[in-house]
């Protein structure tokens, strides 16, 4: 998803739903640009935090913000580029949101996504499934109560985005918003998807 971004070191990029920073960090890293992590999780932005006050130059080049997708704090066309990681599966209206990001994003810049999926394959799809509901919540459990839940909530909510949305209708949703030309390439054995295109 990163290198389909192709930012420039003068570039300004939003990463929403930042977590922890990790692609804003992975941004700063490849790019030298500079970034807007915005997610509407105090706990994990507290997470960025920490990690960019172990290193300067990270901090010297990120931004954090608290701030939902769907209604973002910024005007229009204010980003050379966005990106946003496991983000669709959590809103209400994926059509209203991918319009939401197009519209803080420069018209010949890029929106790029990385998001799980349900692998096509059918023994891939088998194996998944087996996988997501059994071996990931007992695994999480080994680990603590919240990745117990974590397991749990998984395989059900990626399901669920694909009984919604579809890959193919996630693609006409991102053309819909003004995105041309987008593009997805299934990864991990079909257990993953990077979506990427161009502003309009």
């Known amino acids: 998803m990163v290198r389909k971004l192709e930012a420039r070191p003068d570039d300004r990029v939003l990463d929403v739903a930042t977590g922890t920073g990790m692609v804003a960090e992975a941004l700063v890293r490849r790019y030298g640009c500079s970034v807007v992590g915005l997610d509407q999780s105090a706990e994990m932005l507290s997470g960025a935090r920490a990690k ?9 080049r990120i931004d954090l913000i608290r701030g939902e997708a769907e209604r973002l704090p910024f005007g229009d066309a204010e980003f050379d580029h966005l990106t946003f990681t496991y983000l669709i599966r959590y809103v209400e209206d994926p059509g ?53 839940e974590v397991g749990r909530f998984l395989g059900p909510s990626i ?11 996630q693609l006409e949703l991102w053309r819909a918003a003004g995105i041309e030309h987008p593009q997805a390439r299934v990864m991990s054995f079909g257990g993953g998807v990077v979506i990427w295109g161009t502003r309009a």
């Open 96 to 148: 209203a949101t991918l319009a939401e990001l197009a519209r803080v994003v420069r018209r010949g810049g890029r929106i790029a996504s990385l998001e799980f999926m349900l692998p096509p394959n059918p023994i891939a799809r088998a194996l998944w499934h087996a996988y997501t509901r059994l071996c990931m919540p007992v695994l999480g459990r080994l680990i603590s109560p919240d990745w117990h």
């Open 159 to 169: 399901t669920d985005l694909y009984r919604r949305v579809p890959l193919d209708r």
């Open 52 to 60: 960019l006050d172990r290193d300067p130059r990270l901090a010297s």
